[in-house]
């Protein structure tokens, strides 16, 4: 069975820091999607990105970045330059690709970011 | 906004009862999902159609039941209701398998 570990509960850090949030996975399936979500305060979901088992390469979307690790069932988050804006629950998610979009989440990291 | 609507946004019922929520997904998206989120269980899935039929299923209850109508707009049935199903409810839609989008949630408080 999948089974995604945030081994953070939750992270404080001071506005510009960088911080990175911890995503470990367990999958059987070869073939499976890694997801990070972000919980505001308001308590909406966001989608922040998507990415499948056979893509290793890393991603940058301002000042996000992910780093995807096969070899050590990882899928790190990290934000550069921290904003109090970056504040909320970070989720991280498994879908195994044979079931479907079945997702398992995360516990998820609460990152508050001071001013 | 993500163009998703959940209706109602909060819900307070008794022990026993029965509830209906509904989801509108974004114009073009055939696939609906809903998830829970609770204190205790954290975010979980429940379940997903694809235009109309049941795709995949997570830890949905028996006494929990859905569906997708052909206008694509999903209800998600809760029955027998315990306290424990005191949750906040998303519903999620996308094209395929492509970024989901969330709407607001529906809060739902079992007395």
């Known amino acids: 069975a999948q089974k995604v570990t945030q081994a953070q509960t939750e992270i404080s850090v001071v506005e510009k820091e960088d911080v990175t949030l911890d995503c470990v996975y367990e999958?059987?399936?070869?073939?499976?999607?890694l997801f990070w979500y972000k919980q505001p305060p308001s308590g909406e979901l966001v989608f922040l990105i998507r990415?499948?088992?056979?893509?290793?390469q890393n991603e940058i979307s301002g000042r996000y970045s992910w780093n995807f690790q096969k070899s050590t069932s990882s899928f790190n988050f990290t934000i550069t330059a921290s904003q109090v804006v970056d504040s909320a629950v970070y989720f991280c998610?498994?879908?195994?690709?044979?079931?479907?979009?079945?997702?398992?989440f995360g516990p998820g990291t609460r990152l508050s970011v001071l001013p | 906004d993500s163009g998703v609507t959940q209706t109602p946004k909060h819900l307070i019922t008794a022990t026993g009862q029965r509830v209906t929520l509904r989801c509108s997904p974004r114009s073009g998206d055939l696939s609906v999902y809903w998830y829970q989120q609770s204190l205790d269980q954290g975010l979980q899935f429940l379940i997903q159609?694809?235009?109309?039929?049941?795709?995949a299923k997570g830890n949905i209850l028996e006494r929990f039941s859905a569906q997708q109508f052909p206008d694509l707009h999903s209800e998600l049935n809760l029955s027998s209701l315990e306290l424990g199903d005191s949750a906040l409810y998303f519903c999620a839609s996308s094209v395929d398998r492509d970024e989901q989008y969330f709407g607001p949630g529906t809060r739902l408080t079992v007395t």
């Open positions: 159609y694809y235009n109309g039929e049941e795709r």
């Open positions: 990415r499948n088992s056979f893509d290793e």
């Open positions: 998610a498994l879908s195994e690709a044979d079931y479907g979009q079945n997702f398992v």
């Open positions: 999958t059987r399936d070869t073939t499976y999607y």
